[in-house]
T-cell receptor, first 113, second 113 residues
Framework: AQSVTQLDSQVPVFEEAPVELRCNYS??????LFWYVQYPNQGLQLLLK??????LVESINGFEAEFNKSQTSFHLRKPSVHISDTAEYFC???????????FGTGTRLQVFP | DGGITQSPKYLFRKEGQNVTLSCEQN?????MYWYRQDPGQGLRLIYY???????QKGDIAEGYSVSREKKESFPLTVTSAQKNPTAFYLC????????????FGEGSRLTVL
């Protein structure tokens, strides 16, 4: 069975600093990987996804994530964060032979002025 | 407007009462999901349905029941058998295929007194 680990439950950072949110997965078969963002008291929104092709994927608001098969990781990065990036971020995985998206426990990104 | 509507947004109930949470979608998606979110535990899958009149248990189905009589609707009943029902419940739909994106409603927060 597949699983997702987000080691950092909280990441505090100052505005305009870089940030990395870590995600590792475990699966015996090929996976598709996702990052979702959740603002307070709302549902989740897709931030970016890796399906195939280039291992570096980008979102429209400056986030990027790199799929590393050898390290089974899909870390999320942003070179310069903004106050509005304060939210909870979830890494998720789905395999080709299931229809269930498995989520990590989430990382709360807190951006301070 | 296309989307997913969850109701009610907030719900208070006494212990021992059954509660039904509504989820309606007009995205014409076949697959629908119910997740439970607790602080520090991420999202856990309760039930999912890939087609009308069919549904499968997720990882934490005990104490919950669902129905899928219409494509647009996937209500979740939290029964009195659920030992710790206070949580944030999220409904989602998915585009077809394993690589499909999940779309989330805004959630229902259930508090059992």
């Amino acid at each position: 069975a597949q699983s997702v680990t987000q080691l950092d439950s909280q990441v505090p950072v100052f505005e305009e600093a870089p940030v990395e949110l870590r995600c590792n997965y475990s699966s015996s078969v090929s996976v598709y990987l996702f990052w979702y963002v959740q603002y307070p008291n709302q549902g989740l929104q897709l931030l970016l996804k890796y399906l195939s092709g280039s291992t570096l994927v980008e979102s429209i608001n400056g986030f990027e994530a790199e799929f590393n098969k050898s390290q089974t990781s899909f870390h999320l990065r942003k070179p310069s964060v903004h106050i509005s990036d304060t939210a909870e971020y979830f890494c998720a995985v789905i395999t080709y032979n299931t229809d269930k998206l498995i989520f990590g426990t989430g990382t709360r990104l807190q951006v301070f002025p | 407007d296309g989307g997913i509507t969850q109701s009610p947004k907030y719900l208070f109930r006494k212990e021992g009462q059954n509660v039904t949470l509504s989820c309606e979608q007009n995205l014409n998606h076949d697959a629908m999901y119910w997740y439970r979110q607790d602080p520090g535990q991420g999202l856990r899958l309760i039930y999912y349905s890939q087609i009308v009149n069919d549904f499968q248990k997720g990882d934490i189905a005990e104490g919950y029941s669902v129905s899928r009589e219409k494509k647009e609707s996937f209500p979740l009943t939290v029964t009195s058998a659920q030992k710790n029902p206070t949580a944030f419940y999220l409904c989602a739909t998915k585009t077809s295929g394993y690589t499909g994106e999940l779309f989330f409603g805004e959630g229902s927060r259930l508090t059992v007194l």
